[in-house]
């Protein structure tokens, strides 16, 4: 399992998977949704919204 390279929280795959998709495809760190939100300057809540849909629309890098 990989932590987050600014905070150091351990990541769940869904924070991976969302740091693939927005960031790098090929990344090998990751950082955590709340780190991820504020690189983005948006919400965690936004985010969560974000996982759900790509999840919905068939995503394969989130698994149900
Ligand atoms: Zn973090």
């Given at each position: 399992m990989s932590n987050?390279?600014?905070?150091?929280?351990?990541?769940?795959?869904d924070e991976t998977a969302l740091f693939k998709k927005t960031?790098?495809?090929?990344?090998?760190?990751?950082?955590?949704?709340?780190c991820l939100a504020e690189r983005f300057d948006t919400?965690?809540?936004?985010?969560?919204?974000?996982i759900e849909r790509l999840r919905?629309?068939?995503?394969t890098l989130f698994t149900k």
């Open positions: 987050c390279y600014k905070c150091n929280r351990e990541l769940i795959s960031v790098d495809r090929m990344a090998d760190e990751f950082l955590c949704i709340d919400t965690r809540a936004e985010l969560e919204k974000m919905e629309s068939g995503c």
